[in-house]
Nanobody
């Protein structure tokens, strides 16, 4: 069992920055993928960014160049640095852990970008 605890959400002005953190605990496998997804009312959850335990990253086109995903394997923690935030980035952000066919999700944290 893996649990993911997110922190760092909140209200930010357009053009501002926000940093999200997600700490994983439990039965963590060394080879895994962690990432961030987001969801707005009426829409499906969409990928924001992922990072493998080896450091390979993947970003949605909508956030490329503005967001940076990183991880600290020793702490089993993944981060999302969000810069130049837009109103369209407003969503509930969910942390994800995947390994060997198992998916785990964080509780979700609200990021609201005001205009």
């Amino acid at each position: 069992q893996v649990q993911l605890v997110e922190s760092g959400g909140g209200l930010v002005q357009a053009g501002g920055t926000q940093r999200l953190s997600c700490a994983a605990s439990g039965r963590i496998f060394g080879i895994n993928v962690m990432g961030w997804y987001r969801q707005t009312p009426g829409n499906q959850r969409e990928l924001v960014a992922t990072i493998t335990s080896g450091g390979t990253t993947n970003y949605a086109d909508s956030v490329k160049g503005r967001f940076t995903i990183s991880r600290d394997n020793a702490k089993n923690t993944v981060y999302l640095q969000m810069n130049s935030l837009k109103f369209e980035d407003t969503a509930v952000y969910y942390c994800n852990y995947y390994s060997y066919g198992f998916n785990y999700w964080g509780q979700g944290t609200q990021v609201t970008v005001s205009s």
